[in-house]
């Protein structure tokens, strides 16, 4: 993911051998802020990387320069944000505007909401690629060994059924039962499996390999305990795909960027074609309920793509189909499609595509650093593929902290005696 807002090469001040200037203590500043916050949140109330994003965003503004590597993608989500605002004039979810009184209605705009993500998580990335030198270094470990604590106490507390959490509700003079608090633990494991592949390399680079190990085990075990089988698919995609970037190069990472785009293109056409052949009935079989429960979700859905194929139903139209679709359609690709039509989805994909595409340009300076971006890519695809609702505002912000933080990593210099990327050690 080079040439993309960060995970290109930092290329401004706070060189080696050169004081940092007063720009880059600021980011740097603004960095371990936020990966100080990231653990915390992600375990205490992961529906605060929203504001903390966009928090990071403002802080940053004096960072912002943009350049010919940000601003395509940052063009890209801008277009995408004016579409979904058009379609609110057609959708069925739009806002009955007589009956806006305060701020608690804006709140509800998703078209606003996207033009403020878009401005305030984009300066976050954008400036914060620009930090150098030992600012970013600092960050990147601390980011690391934040992540290695958040799996182990994840870990611990999922098999003691949430105590932990439960105890830390009691604080605050607010009880919870044990299966909500289960389901809080869990949201941990979604921001491990984002940031696994650049806390993993960091940890590498910094001669802490048998860090790896527990990070890896506390987001399977808490997965597994937590059911969040998302996160387990999207650990062994991505790590497929790392593997076949750091073994391949340059030609997996072109194939990359065709699977990257495939899903955006055909994701209503496959579903059809599954329920018809039926291949869609067969897997009614073999899944557990939930995913049972996504399969309806999706023939649903594909169908009614069917309606309004170019324009789609409109922002929020997912809202409206009651209980055939609770609230999203738990895919990314098919919520695009349904909402924005071919035209969203394919502005969504080209964003995507766009990344996927910097790793081919980041393979010539380092495959590990491509194989991390790679795998950090995918690992986001499929959770957004099989879980949340693709406007959710700390998803999408967890999207930009997984740029920063992939971009932060790659500013953790390897040993000079280190003759190989330690990261294979892991083979």
């Not at 593997?243 to 293109?265: D, E, N, Q, S, W």
């Not at 393979?363 to 986001?380: G, I, K, N, Q, W």
Request: one cysteine or more.
């Amino acid at each position: 993911m080079t040439d993309t807002p960060s995970l290109e090469p930092n290329s401004t001040a706070g060189e080696a051998g050169k004081a940092p200037t007063r720009l880059q203590r600021w980011l740097g500043g603004v960095a371990m802020f936020l990966v100080v916050m990231a653990p915390l949140l992600a375990y205490l109330a992961p529906l605060g990387f929203a504001p903390l994003l966009a928090l990071a965003g403002l802080l940053a503004l004096p960072g912002v320069k943009p350049t010919r590597a940000t601003v395509p993608p940052w063009l890209i989500l801008a277009a995408l944000a004016v579409w979904a605002a058009i379609s609110m004039t057609w959708s069925t979810a739009a806002p009955d505007w007589a009956k806006f009184k305060g701020y608690d209605d804006l709140e509800d705009l998703t078209a606003l909401k996207l033009f403020l993500q878009a401005g305030t998580y984009g300066a976050a990335v954008v400036a914060l690629r620009r930090l150098d030198g030992d600012g970013a270094r600092r960050a990147a470990v601390a980011s690391a060994y934040g992540m290695v604590a958040l799996a182990v106490v994840a870990a611990v507390d999922s098999l003691m059924g949430a105590a932990i959490y439960q105890k830390l509700h009691q604080v605050t003079g607010e009880g919870i039962r044990p299966d909500v608090a289960m389901v809080k633990v869990a949201f941990s494991t979604y921001i491990l499996a984002l940031l696994f592949w650049p806390t993993a390399l960091t940890l590498a680079r910094i001669s802490r390999v048998v860090l790896i190990w527990p990070l890896a085990a506390g987001l399977v075990i808490t997965s597994v305990i937590c059911s969040a089988d998302a996160c387990l698919l999207a650990l062994a995609g991505g790590g497929a795909v790392w593997i076949a970037v750091y073994v391949f190069g340059r030609t997996a990472a072109k194939v990359l960027v065709g699977l990257v785009a495939l899903p955006f293109i055909l994701a209503p056409l496959a579903v059809l074609i599954g329920v018809d052949t039926g291949f869609v009935a067969w897997l009614h079989k073999l899944v557990p309920a939930s995913w049972d429960a996504r399969l309806n979700i999706w023939t649903f859905t594909a169908s009614h793509v069917q309606t309004h194929p170019f324009r789609g139903w409109g922002l929020d139209a997912s809202r409206t189909f009651g209980s055939a679709i609770p609230l999203h359609t738990h895919n990314a690709q098919l919520q695009l499609w349904l909402e924005l039509g071919a035209i969203g989805a394919a502005l969504a994909g080209v964003f995507f595509c766009w990344l996927a595409y910097g790793v081919v340009r980041l393979c010539e300076r380092s495959r590990t650093e491509a194989a991390m971006a790679a795998a950090a890519l995918v690992s986001y695809l499929v959770i957004q593929g099989l879980s949340f609702g693709v406007w959710q505002e700390w998803w999408l912000a967890l999207g930009a902290l997984t740029l920063i933080v992939c971009g932060l990593a790659r500013m953790v210099s390897e040993r000079p005696q280190a003759k190989v990327d330690e990261l294979a050690l892991l083979g």
